[in-house]
């Protein structure tokens, strides 16, 4: 029987569902090692049939998060609940969870069907079982003709895809997969299967692409949870602007406050935040950032519509990336981007280096950043 098939991303949001139970919590948890802190007093809710990213640095606490998750490490303080039940002292092999390494960690010495098959053989399922499930496994990945191959007779993603077949044949509640998605197929992951994902990744666009919510973390600690929209679109902090995509920030000075108008004074000249998300007061030192996908660029001689911000500057670069093309524009002393969609067909670009250019950005792209 073909697995259930997931809701569309958009209309899948039981986070945002008040009487929603998450099924897997994790609840002012704090891993150290020795006298280092890897994960700090961290609380995080992911509700079944999510994909969820974690995302960030090398070093941030997302992997030591997932294995307190998998029971490869027992937090220092805190508790890790699964379906309401703590998980505290659940050996591994005992906890309805299973983990992907990036490594895949098959046996070399055994066929594509026994890999799959060896949890299973372990647990001591009858024959009958563990033939049937590894058939539906391997059929689900896309393998069931390679069964008799061993691992060296594989490419690089049909190993990968052995990996998962061995993790999805267990029927975990939750799969946890640590950064190991390159050669997956992403809508058997995402539509098909209809399983609880949390990814380890510090891939940007791998967590964009994939993921239902994104936690991006710092320093051991969660610096913000959101749909890759709202991570992109309205970052909580200079930290996640900076992480997620390119941007422009500028630092400045609160100098007027009208309702959730906000102007701020920069070294470019004032900019107008005409949806600010917290509330500044005249005086406050805060930063104001905007993609460069919103920005016009035109020359300096050129007319802009009012209402926008409008920087004077000159182009130091072009970077050509076949649909886009993205200016780095010297202006007051900073380096900024406007990025510009390739549109109509051409092989000569309109600005070079050395042009004197303005750039605009209406009042409800740029983001007020207080952290």
């Known amino acids: 029987m073909e697995p259930p098939e997931r809701p569309a991303r958009g209309a899948f949001a039981p986070w945002d569902d008040p009487a929603a139970t998450p099924l897997v919590v994790f609840d002012g948890v704090t891993k150290r090692f020795g006298a280092e802190t890897a994960v700090a007093e961290l609380s995080l809710a992911v509700h079944a049939r999510e994909f969820f990213a974690l995302l960030g640095p090398s070093g941030c606490g997302k992997s030591t998060l997932m294995r307190m998750l998998a029971g490869f490490e027992t ?124 990814i380890v990744t510090h891939d940007q666009d791998e967590a964009m692409t994939m993921a239902t919510r994104i936690a991006v973390m710092d320093k051991g600690r969660i610096a913000q949870v959101g749909t890759p929209p709202v991570i992109y679109e309205a970052p909580a902090s200079r930290y996640v602007a900076g992480f997620i995509g390119e941007i422009n920030l500028v630092e400045g000075m609160v100098s007027a406050v009208e309702g959730r108008r906000v102007t701020v004074a920069t070294a470019v000249g004032d900019l107008a935040v005409s949806e600010a998300a917290e509330t500044v007061a005249v005086g406050q030192a805060v930063a104001v950032a905007w993609r460069p996908e919103k920005t016009r660029i035109v020359r300096a001689g050129e007319a802009i519509s009012n209402g926008r911000a409008v920087i004077s500057g000159t182009v130091h670069d072009v970077g050509y990336l076949g649909g886009r093309t993205t200016y780095h524009v010297d202006a007051s002393g900073l380096r900024l981007k406007a990025a510009v969609a390739n549109a109509a067909r051409s092989v000569e670009r309109p600005l070079g280096a050395g042009d004197k250019v303005k750039l605009a950005v209406t009042p409800d792209a740029l983001i007020l950043l207080v952290r």
């Open 75 to 198: 937090p220092s303080e805190g508790r890790v609940l699964l379906a309401g039940q703590d998980l505290a002292g659940v050996p591994p092999h005992l906890r309805p969870v299973n983990m992907m390494f990036q490594s895949y960690a098959l046996f070399p010495h055994m066929s594509v069907e026994k890999n799959v098959a060896f949890g299973l053989a372990m647990e001591g399922r009858p024959r009958d079982e563990i033939g049937a499930r590894v058939g539906e496994a391997l059929r689900m990945v896309k393998l069931d003709g390679l069964a008799g191959r061993k691992p060296h007779q594989l490419s690089g993603g049909q190993r990968q895809r052995v990996a998962l077949a061995r993790a999805l044949v267990k029927q975990p509640k939750v799969l946890l997969l640590d950064e190991p998605l390159g050669a997956l197929d992403r809508k058997l992951l995402q539509e098909r299967l209809g399983l609880t994902f949390i």
